[in-house]
């Protein structure tokens, strides 16, 4: 079949429409492309997946991928008829199995071509390549059974990938036409509308981070500490929301999590009194760890005690945890005045608090009336308070950011109370702003790349999380 009678079998089959269609980039269009439908017609799947297999002939091609969803079936009708191997990119991370949002069996530096159905914005094949890009694929050439014409084949090839399609909208018109399966007012409407409505892919990028950033930018406009704002300045031009829980007992070993882990989190938690051989020297290379890598040191000492044993625990050596953490957290059992005694010694303004209101062991004591009143006093006292820890609850007022221990993708638990919840889980239902996760980095056989696959699973989990906390 050649291209001429597959699209006009094509139309037959109701893939052109016209009426009015709100595209992905929010544009009202007078006509859509629906190749979803192809799937019913065996036939047509495989002339078009032929169509496209004949772009790639002298193309480097040592895997294939569809953009999700509509691809998929391309990509997979190519791949099994051309004996190529194919990779699957998720829309979202799973909760089970590997949990990884790159299916498939590659080596760093394999080729892969990408295909999409249509090309409009460029925008859905960007952030597919993105994803695949991070895994090690090297991929220069990306394919389409149809370019729109309104911009997005120029964006891709601003990012230096070759666009490889099989028609143009323009082309596709002038064959309708010319088989009599359109008006030549549906013709020139239709060529208007294109010519009119260029869609520009960086203004729409820019939306599409902005609407990212809404929860966390939302924050920072009321947040009072500068602490805060400078967590939430670090967490957007990270793309992070992962805080490692630094549980180790030696200064080396801290020091070394601390450097690996430190380009992927926002936040570096401590126990500065576990460390066995503490010395002077260990927060200022910890200090200058923070620095090299930008993420704030969080020091849990979970201060507790009678205002006066609280302030000198903050101030006095050898620790001497006020002069470096970035943040300290706080238990309200004692009521606000745990909070003041912080308060009076001064050391507050570079030093950020946060809450503990709800803990993660199984049989926690912190019932639904103490959260309820330590959310009350971290909301009064948030001149100095960051946000929470709790695991159920998330804090009414958008002030207050919510920091979720007992993250892990391994959602077992331990033998001591500890119960883990999976980043989806976290960010979706409970709305979290900050995920911490200790021993499913620093137990790990390289704690680099787990944490750089923490990062990215939370900050999509946060990404899909979005039209809930809208």
């Not at 496209?52 to 008829?81: F, Q, R």
Request: proline content about 3%; overall charge negative; hydrophobic content about 40%.
């Amino acid at each position: 079949m050649n291209k001429q009678e597959l699209a006009l079998q094509l139309f037959d089959l109701g893939v052109l429409q016209f009426g009015s269609f709100t595209l992905k980039s929010g544009l009202q269009s007078p006509f859509y492309l629906d190749f979803r439908k192809i799937i019913a017609y065996p036939h047509i799947l495989k002339e078009i997946s032929e169509q496209l297999w004949e772009l790639t002939k002298s193309l480097p091609v040592d895997h294939i991928c569809g953009v999700p969803y509509a691809a998929l079936s391309l990509s997979s009708t190519m791949a099994t008829m051309h004996d190529k191997s194919m990779i699957v990119k998720r829309k979202e991370v799973k909760k089970h199995g590997t949990k990884k949002i790159v299916e498939g069996v590659f080596e760093k530096g394999d080729t892969c071509v990408v295909i999409d159905d249509v090309i409009s914005s460029g925008i859905s094949m960007i952030e597919t390549l993105e994803i695949l890009e991070q895994e090690g694929l090297k991929i220069d050439h990306v394919l389409a059974i149809v370019d729109r014409q309104q911009g997005g084949k120029d964006a891709l090839e601003k990012h230096d990938y070759q666009v490889h399609c099989v028609y143009t909208v323009g082309e596709i018109l002038d064959i309708l036409l010319a088989g009599e399966k359109i008006t030549q007012q549906q013709y020139e409407d239709t060529l208007d509308f294109i010519h009119e409505n260029h869609i520009s892919f960086e203004a729409l990028r820019r939306r599409r981070l902005k609407k990212v950033a809404f929860r966390y930018s939302s924050i920072e406009r009321q947040v009072e500490h500068p602490t805060t704002k400078k967590l939430l300045k670090i967490m957007s031009r990270k793309r992070s929301n992962l805080c490692c829980s630094g549980d180790v007992k030696t200064k080396a070993e801290l020091l070394a999590l601390a450097d690996k882990v430190g380009p992927h989190i926002c936040m570096l938690k401590t126990h500065i009194d576990n460390i066995q051989d503490f010395d002077a020297d260990l927060p200022v290379q910890l200090k200058a760890l923070a620095q090299k890598h930008n993420f704030l040191l969080f020091e849990d000492r979970k201060f507790a005690d009678i205002g006066h044993i609280a302030m000198q625990q903050f101030t006095a050596a050898p620790l001497s945890i006020a002069d470096w953490a970035d943040v300290v957290t706080v238990h309200v059992i004692a009521g606000s005045s745990s909070v003041e005694a912080l308060k009076a010694t001064g050391k507050l303004d570079n030093t950020a608090l946060i809450v503990v209101a709800e803990m993660s062991t199984k049989d926690t004591l912190t019932s639904e009336d103490y959260v309820e009143q330590a959310f009350d006093i971290a909301l009064r006292q948030r001149d100095v308070v960051m946000g929470v820890v709790a695991q159920r609850h998330r804090p009414k007022d958008a002030e207050l950011m919510l920091f979720s221990p007992g993250i892990n993708m391994a959602t077992k638990g331990d033998a001591h109370g500890q119960t883990y919840n999976h980043p989806q889980k976290a960010f979706s239902d409970r709305g979290v702003d900050v995920m911490i996760v200790g021993r499913g980095i620093y137990l790990s056989e390289d704690p680099a790349t787990t944490a750089a696959e923490y990062q990215k699973v939370g900050w999509q989990a946060y990404l899909d999380s979005l039209p809930s906390r809208q």
